[in-house]
């Protein structure tokens, strides 16, 4: 590269692949994502096992019948799995960071960083993760019945589909993240992808696996139809992934959007407060005018409120879903914004270093916020009171959980985290795209642990008495958040240069 000569698109991909994996060791946080990493490998073992239990289930119920082969009943679920796979992206997978500043003056051709990033979003094993689900299934169903090269051209038009899914997550993942009314995109395309259930006058769940049994009939016998399908959606999702990301990435790189001056209001109602008045009076505004943290606060109401009405009115979840989704409705902040905590006020820092306790009253003010936020997904989650799926002791014994021991454990990430994170740039920023593996572990903990405490105290105290438990629990943690509050400042303080030190290297 040093020689002025273009390299090949294969010599930049492999090259780049290399200096993205550089970038993750050198990076700050690389020694705590090695803690998190372990998390992370148990988890997505964990959802190895799960699959390949659920294979089995399956392919016995695919050897049991007669009305369709293994392969066309695997693919008449292919909508679900793809549904499942694509939504579940959003939780687990962020779009490749497009670090692509550093390499604009070098010989490098228009599309080379973009193509590079596809590349790898493509080949990741993070989408071979379903092979877990297909393998097994069929060894047991199509292997002994339709042989070896059947069963393998099977097993690669599920994972072409898989990659396809991947690319139109990583589309739309881009689009939603500029405007939010590209959600109406998503949910159309969803609609589309179920149409047969539901339009037609033969409509049915029956016509469903139908119309994608098609597929699972041509696969196995490697049809030039159906595989020369699937490509050429791959192809089309590959293009226009290149443009729309290479717009979106130069657009941001070269400053095209405009600023709109805005009138924002000066929110004395938190004068009262004294100090922690004026630190509330910052997140306020950091929502309003950051662009980043303004996206992550109204994708969490929106899940909020999507998943409230799901809660209420629907008869699709079980009581232990049901039990998930209502912590997690009240958990959401803290999981999209809390944990972040200090990862963009690191853009700044060295300011909040200047005067003492400065920072011990951010993480008051933070606490106070978003506990006072619990009571709008309250508010919404109330017709499960009333259709009787959960009680109104219940719900108010996990908003106090939550606001306790839940948002006291996103709150001790203040300790540890060192990484900033861009308040506005979203695709060229250094920080902007990465992931935290150990922020993921406390997120897959402050959802898992309250749901163990859900099932254990009623085991104990009955149901009433559990939820009393829960609610002193609780409320002992919401009490005395001043002693683990300074406490966390405490330990900040003793870890400061390291903290600084890394919040300056990755701006």
């Known amino acids: ?39 992370a490998y148990i988890m ?27 392969s066309e009943l695997m693919f008449g679920m292919l909508p679900f799995i793809l549904a499942v796979d694509f939504y579940f992206r959003f939780f687990l997978q962020q779009t ?30 993070g989408n071979l993760i379903w092979q877990a ?34 690319l139109w997550y990583m589309l739309a993942r881009t689009l939603v993240n500029k405007k939010y009314y590209w959600w109406l995109l998503v949910l159309a395309v969803t609609a589309l992808m179920f149409s047969p259930w539901y339009i037609g006058h033969d409509a049915s769940f029956e016509r469903l696996c139908e119309t994608y049994a098609v597929i699972g009939e041509g696969a196995p016998h490697w049809s030039p139809l159906v595989f020369g399908g699937i490509l050429l959606v791959i192809a089309l999702l590959v293009a226009i992934n290149r443009r729309v990301q290479y717009d979106s990435v130069y657009a941001e790189l070269s400053k095209t959007e405009t600023t709109k001056i805005k009138h924002v209001s000066q929110l004395r109602q938190f004068e009262r407060f004294g100090e922690v008045g004026e630190y509330l009076k910052l997140e306020v505004k950091s929502i309003m005018r950051n662009k980043n943290i303004r996206k992550g606060f109204i994708s969490a109401n929106i899940l909020i409120l999507c998943f409230s009405l799901a809660i209420s009115f629907t008869d699709v979840y079980g009581s232990g879903m049901t039990k998930f989704l209502v912590v997690y409705n009240f958990a959401i902040y803290g999981a999209m914004l809390l944990v972040k905590v200090m990862c963009y006020e690191g853009n700044y820092i060295d300011c909040l270093m200047v005067h003492k306790e400065n920072i011990l009253q951010l993480l008051k003010a933070k ?54 994170i861009p308040l506005n740039t979203k695709f060229i920023g250094k920080g902007s795209m990465e ?48 002693f683990w509050i300074r406490d966390i400042y405490r330990r900040m303080m003793k870890r400061r240069y390291e903290n600084l030190e890394g919040f300056h290297a990755s701006r």
């Open 133 to 166: 689900l297909f393998i097994p299934y069929a060894i047991m169903s199509i292997l002994f019945v339709e042989g070896f090269w059947n069963t393998l051209g099977f097993l690669l038009a599920c994972q072409l589909c898989i990659s396809a899914n991947s």
């Open 96 to 125: 490749p960071s497009q670090a692509i500043k550093p390499y604009v003056l070098l010989p490098l051709g228009k599309y080379a960083c973009i193509d590079s990033f596809i590349f790898n979003s493509v080949t990741g094993t």
């Open 367 to 420: 606490y106070f916020l978003y506990s006072t936020l619990l009571l709008l997904p309250m508010l919404l989650m109330l017709p499960t009171v009333f259709m009787g799926k959960c009680s109104l002791l219940m719900l108010i014994a996990i908003m106090l959980l939550v606001a306790g021991p839940v948002h006291a454990c996103f709150l001790y990430m203040a300790i540890i985290n060192k990484q900033t």
């Open 435 to 482: 992931t935290s593996f150990l922020q993921v572990a406390v997120e897959i903990a402050a959802f898992t642990l309250p749901l163990l405490l859900l099932n254990l105290m009623p085991l104990l105290f009955g149901q009433t008495g559990g939820a009393i438990a829960l609610m002193v629990l609780g409320l002992a943690f919401i009490v005395t958040y001043r």
């Open 44 to 70: 997505f073992g964990l959802c190895i096992f799960y699959l390949m239990f659920l294979s089995v289930p399956l392919a016995l119920a695919a050897n049991g019948q007669h009305q369709y082969t293994a």
């Open 1 to 39: 590269m040093g020689n002025g000569k273009r390299m090949s698109r294969w010599e930049t991909i492999k090259t780049l692949r290399r200096h993205s994996s550089l970038s993750e060791e050198r990076h700050p946080a690389f020694a705590q994502n090695k803690v998190g990493k372990v998390f």
